[in-house]
Structures are given as C-alpha cells and as structure tokens.
C-alpha cells in the first residue's frame, strides 16, 4: 500500500501566496515522478506541474512563472509554491506519484492524494 498525504491548502487573497506539500509513504521501491494535479469547480482535472526523480520539470502555461514546483527524493515529498494567486486558481489540488513498488517488477502505478481545496477570493 502507497499513501500520499497532502497539506497546504486554504483561503487566500488574490495576489497571496500558499505552499502546498506531499508525503509519499508505504510500499515504495521507487518514486519516478511526483506532481500537482487541479479540478476546478465543474471542469476536468488538469496537469499543474509535474517533476522526475531526476529534476526536470513541466508546468501548465497557465501557472508559468507563477507556481513552482520542488521535489525532495530522500523524504519522498514534492513541494508546490503559488505566488499571485488567481480567483481561476482556485480547484481541489491533487498529489500525483508515479512509484514503483517492488523491485522484481518494472511496473509504475500511479497513486493520488485525498485532494487539498485551494480557494482564491478577496
């Protein structure tokens, strides 16, 4: 079993920031990718940022020079700072893990977080 554990989220002004963070636990063998994931009210979840085991990084264009995000291999935890924030930034955000869980088996299973509501509003 994987667990991944996000914190972070909450009620922001626009132009505020916040910082998001996932903890990955459990059966893993190895992580290939972390990310960020976000499901607007009454739209499609969509790809925020996403970031390997190796560092290499890929953003939304919506959130370029915006959002970061950070990765750190030994805690298994990948980190999501949002400066000026937007009122259209405002979704449940997910945790991502790409993981290989058994060192026999070349297999990556994807695993998600409970989700963390991000709300931007004056």
């Known amino acids: 079993q994987v667990q991944l554990v996000e914190s972070g989220g909450g009620l922001v002004q626009p132009g505020g920031s916040l910082r998001l963070s996932c903890v990955a636990s459990?059966?893993?063998?190895?992580?290939?990718?972390m990310g960020w994931y976000r499901q607007p009210p009454g739209r499609q979840r969509e790809l925020v940022a996403i970031?390997?085991?190796?560092?290499?990084?890929n953003y939304a264009d919506s959130i370029q020079g915006r959002f970061t995000i950070a990765g750190d291999n030994a805690k298994n935890t990948v980190y999501l700072e949002m400066n000026s924030l937007k009122p259209e930034d405002t979704a449940v955000y997910y945790c991502?893990?790409?993981?290989?869980?058994?060192?026999?088996?070349?297999?990556?299973?994807?695993?998600w977080g409970q989700g963390t509501q991000v709300t931007v509003s004056s």
């Open positions: 970031i390997t085991s190796g560092g290499n990084t």
């Open positions: 459990g059966s893993i063998f190895s992580i290939n990718a």
């Open positions: 991502n893990a790409k993981i290989r869980t058994n060192a026999l088996l070349q297999r990556v299973f994807d695993y």
